[in-house]
């Protein structure tokens, strides 16, 4: 085609990459790859195989590790672990500024093995993956030159165990690594069966860093192999990003264990487009949205949600874009659609499009590839919200669609999932925009862009889509716990007696549900006897019934999540307040619950602690990241919703209002279960709500067993996040019963709390209160 002719037509003509380098790479290896364990090499073994998925081609075998090489590399990284936190800050960080120097350096050769393991492509590898992996290493050598004086507090899990996902191979080890290398932790990483060769040549890339032997450590294999990783007791903290059905079980595996957990995971991403909006941008957007890396992005715009009024010149203009794409051989720098990673793959996507009988389904008529893993884009619409494919994560590029009239119903429809990793929205009405935006249950939005990543940024979900974020100063509490060692819980010792009651009027102490004294479902109550054996009273057992109606009574209180800081702030000082005035009463009923002279104290910091969450009410602020676009990510802190805990046993006022709170002055509603030694401190407690304008349904108050109430709770669906501090073993079914949900968990598997003290109030109290939300908006013309 002569120069002439191309202007003529403006076809694009082929301008392939060559993969010379990166096979001579392979070859030097000799084609064949063991483990890489304390700085060195295992021999390898032929068990499995990699290969190109734009053409079959075996590019190198692998080997599956064995039980005895994944002890061996946990063992390495626990040698190291002490070592590498001991350098400090600044001595992590020369290291990372090594690594992240080398990235740069061998780019290319990342970019262009990256392509070939995965079909994603050239363009994509080289312009976005490789740029974001290299800036996630510089980014976390300056979090590491900062810790000790940034985060004094924090110091280093121990080894962490990292799986990641194959369609972003490279840069989920960056997410992984840099910030678990950046706090002091070391790591052993199992990238997926796939696609190992980049996270193989990063193995090579930290031995010519010189990074200390034990450091890093990278397995490859199935998920037999993920499964050794967290099973393994010496194992501190597991971080996987992959599916949701994986990732419960994972939750449940630990269960009990004590290890740390973060879960990236599935979604079904909703891109609204209202009728205000730049059509075409948005067009280009959803283009980037949905078929960037052919569509296996969990984050991927995958449900369109357009406007009414402009739907049918949307979806014609769509088509028109789609009959323009170009889909082919990945190192072709013209190509836009690459291969999908694997036959498994293939066959997934397409079993779940042709089983579909909903809707309209369009593929334009591209000229597809004869050999290789590949799919045409594809766009079903006329879907009901409650289509399967509209519900369900396809992981391909399938993009599935339906219209909406007004705001409010499209953020029913967004939210009408059991996702919540990321979304989208295209308006030029900024109040439109910034309305919308907070309502989108995600962990991310986007406004008028999409797929914007940065490591200033952090990234995770909610819901199903998992726990934790992974950049940004957010994401570095998933590698770091506070300072000192945490003592066991000592049994608490209750009282019993055979005398009668102190005061022959009996008060009838209730459950507290909904802003009202209710009786309990059971129907039976429980004796409490002070020091002497007198009885000073008997308190409900509530029951799983009592749980339900609690849940739903908070649920039904959701209006508090939408009122001010300064409101919430008001009503905190104003149950202090109250408190206060009964002072001496409490003070005294703690005593005889007791039997000592600790109460005052109780009390006292008591009121003192509401004063401290009154005042955060207001002042726990987001952040405006400093990411590298002509533009902000505002993250925002956001309630985490209904809380669920079981309160402290040895400290029956003060436990409930530390957990209480922090809680409540963020926004969330909360059902507690009181100490299970001392409850009488709690329904004694709720007068005080009933007289501080609190709303009925933000606190619920229950009392019983706190192992009868534990599995009700952490199993409940509407329950978003459970903690446990309770003197009771319950911290293993609290784990394995969340999954249900993935809802978050924070429990002290037997360990004990100074509640007294500084341990038993601040941010970490904040931070578990609270999701954080990045709103990415873009600015100018």
């Known amino acids: 085609m002569t120069v002439k002719e191309i202007f003529e037509t403006m076809n694009y003509g082929p301008a392939p990459e060559s993969a010379g380098d990166a096979l001579a790479w392979i070859v030097d290896q000799g084609a064949a790859f063991g483990q890489f364990i304390d700085g060195d090499w295992t021999e390898p073994r032929k068990d499995f195989q990699s290969k190109n998925p734009a053409n079959g081609e075996i590019l190198a075998d692998l080997t599956q590790a ?16 002490s070592k590498w936190e001991g350098l ?96 002091g932790n070391t790591v052993v990483l199992k990238p997926a069966e796939y696609t190992s060769l980049t996270a193989l040549l990063f193995a090579d890339i930290c031995q010519q860093a010189g990074l200390p032997a034990g450091v890093v450590n990278i397995v490859t294999g199935d998920g037999a192999v993920g499964e050794m990783i967290t099973a393994h007791e010496d194992v501190n903290k597991v971080a996987f990003t992959g599916s949701t059905d994986v990732g419960k079980r994972i939750r449940q595996a630990t269960a009990g264990s004590g290890k740390s957990l973060t879960l990236e995971l599935g979604g079904k991403s909703p891109y609204i487009v209202f009728d205000d909006a730049d059509i075409d941008s948005a067009i280009e957007g959803l283009v980037d949205a949905i078929w960037f890396n052919q569509g296996q992005v969990c984050c991927a715009g995958s449900r369109l949600l357009v406007q009414e009024g402009i739907s049918d010149t949307f979806h014609r203009k769509l088509k028109a874009r789609m009959d323009g794409l170009r889909i082919g051989n990945p190192l072709d720098k013209c190509i836009d659609v690459g291969a999908i990673v694997d036959p498994v793959q293939l066959k997934t996507i397409t079993d779940l499009v ?79 925009a910034l309305d919308i935006a907070p309502k989108l249950v995600a962990g991310v ?33 998933a590698y770091t716990k506070p300072k000192g060692s945490a003592k066991a819980l000592k049994p608490v010792d209750v009282f019993s007696g055979d005398k009668g009651p102190l005061d022959p009027l009996d008060r009838t102490p209730k459950l507290y549900i909904g802003g009202k004294q209710a009786r309990p479902d059971s129907g039976y109550s429980q004796s409490v006897f002070g020091k002497s054996g007198a009885l000073l ?34 009503i905190l000082y104003f149950i202090a307040e109250n408190l206060s005035a009964r002072r001496e009463e409490f003070a005294n009923r703690i005593n005889m619950l007791k039997g000592g002279k600790t109460g005052d104290k109780e009390v006292e910091v008591s009121i003192r602690r509401l004063f401290t969450y009154a005042a955060w009410a207001d002042k726990y602020d987001g ?10 990510a ?28 922090p809680a409540i002055a963020m926004g969330n509603r909360v059902v507690l279960a009181a100490s299970q030694a001392f409850p009488l401190a709690a329904t004694d407690f709720y007068q005080v709500l009933e007289t501080s304008d609190l709303p009925g349904g933000v606190v619920n108050i229950l009392t019983g067993n706190h192992a009868e109430l534990a599995k009700p709770l952490a199993g409940h669906m509407d329950v978003d996040a459970i903690w446990s501090f309770s003197g009771a073993d319950v911290s293993a079914e609290i784990e394995r019963e969340s999954a249900g949900n993935l809802k978050r968990t924070w429990v002290n598997n037997g360990m004990a709390r100074d509640w007294m003290g500084a341990e038993g109030e601040g941010r970490t109290f904040l931070q578990a209160a609270t999701e954080v939300k990045n709103i990415w908006v873009p600015y100018g013309e």
């Open 634 to 661: 505002l993250a925002m802190k956001e309630p985490v919703g209904v809380i669920g805990a079981l309160c402290p046993d040895d400290t029956p006022l003060l436990g409930l209002v530390s957990v209480m709170a």
């Open 88 to 183: 400090g800050g600044h001595g992590r960080a020369k290291y990372l500024y090594a690594i992240a120097r080398l990235l740069q350096k061998h780019g290319r050769l990342f970019a262009v093995l990256e392509t070939l393991d995965n079909g994603k492509p050239i363009r994509e590898s080289r312009d976005i993956d490789i740029p974001l992996v290299q800036r996630h290493f510089y980014y976390h050598a300056g979090m590491a030159q900062l810790m000790e004086s940034e985060l004094p507090d924090a110091q280093a899990l121990g080894v962490c165990g990292q799986i990641i996902p194959w369609n972003f191979p490279l840069l989920m080890l960056a997410w992984k690594v840099a910030p678990a290398l950046a706090m």
């Open 623 to 632: 952040q405006a990241h400093g990411v590298p676009i002509r533009g902000v």
């Open 537 to 570: 009273g008997q308190v409900p057992i509530a029951n799983r019934k009592d749980v339900r109606n609690a849940v739903e009574a908070a649920h039904a209180a959701k209006g508090w999540s939408g009122t001010t800081g300064h409101l919430r702030a008001q």
């Open 66 to 81: 064995s039980q005895d090489e994944i002890n061996a590399a946990v063992a390495a990284a626990r040698k190291a672990q």
């Open 354 to 432: 042709d089983g579909n009988n909903d809707g309209e389904t369009y593929q334009p008529a591209l000229e597809m590839p004869t050999e290789g893993c590949f799919y045409p884009p594809t766009l079903i619409t006329g879907l009901a919200p409650s289509s399967k494919l509209m519900q369900e994560e396809i992981f391909g590029p399938v993009l599935v669609s339906t219209t909406f009239r007004t705001p409010s119903e499209v953020v029913a429809l967004a939210n009408n999932t059991r996702y919540g990793l990321a979304a989208t929205l295209w308006t030029e009405n900024v109040n439109l």
């Open 445 to 477: 939005v986007w406004i008028n862009a999409t797929n914007l990543f940065d490591a200033a940024a952090g990234f995770g979900g909610v819901r199903e889509s998992g726990y934790g974020r992974e950049g940004g100063w957010e994401g570095l509490s």
